[in-house]
T-cell receptor, first 113, second 109 residues
């Protein structure tokens, strides 16, 4: 039973560039949530996708956008990268709308220089 | 006041000790509560849900106090492998989950 997978593992980008991160949910899960985790902090909720629509959104600017595909996988896009966007980006999957009992992927570590 | 607050620690305890962490939350409408464990540079892993009646899983016990708006995690007979950061998560009716910054536990021989 495959768990949550994310790609790439690491990424280095330059300020102003755009980045796309990918996530495949755990088998049987249909909901994907994205989080940003800065060093020494807890994960911060970016948004959640269910039935291919953004259902909930945290306090993040419009530079952060996403998509969910019919197979439930998801992408996180960040435009106009800032130095402060450097963080671990975590994807979590769950079943049904809501965020109960989430399972996290290993994350993508993004460094913006 | 932050929505979810945890003492960052570190809590430094010997093997076999009992240790307890608290997590306070500000939104009285919160409905779902969880504890996650995160090892260094790894993803968070669900440790246990927290129910109003309290729940136990082996050496771990979680409690919810709605009146005082906090949840707790008790670890008995600490093992070296329990060393990690423990994150509490609180979700309200809108299902937007809020994580605490985590409490670091170091169990030493």
């Amino acid at each position: 039973d495959a768990g949550v997978t994310q790609s790439p593992t690491h990424l280095i980008k330059t300020r102003g560039q755009q980045v796309t991160l990918r996530c495949s949910p755990k088998s049987g899960h249909d909901t994907v949530s994205w989080y940003q985790q800065a060093l020494g902090q807890g994960p911060q909720f970016i948004f959640q996708y269910y039935e291919e629509e953004e259902r909930q959104r945290g306090n993040f600017p419009d530079r952060f956008s996403g998509h969910q595909f019919p197979n439930y996988s998801s992408e996180l896009n960040v435009n106009a990268l800032l130095l402060g966007d450097s963080a671990l980006y975590l994807c979590a999957s769950s079943y049904g709308q809501g965020t109960d009992e989430q399972y996290f992927g290993p994350g993508t570590r993004l460094t913006v220089t | 006041r932050k929505e979810v607050e945890q003492d960052p620690g570190p809590f430094n305890v010997p093997e076999g000790a009992t240790v307890a962490f608290n997590c306070t939350y500000s939104n009285s409408a919160s409905q779902s509560f969880f504890w996650y464990r995160q090892d260094c540079r790894k993803e968070p892993k669900l440790l246990m849900s927290v129910y109003s009646s309290g729940n136990e899983d082996g050496r771990f016990t979680a409690q919810l106090n709605r009146a005082s708006q906090y949840i707790s995690l008790l670890i008995r007979d600490s093992k070296l492998s329990d060393s990690a950061t423990y994150l509490c998560v609180v979700s309200g009716g809108s299902y937007i989950p809020t994580f605490g910054r985590g409490t670091s536990l170091i169990v030493h021989p």
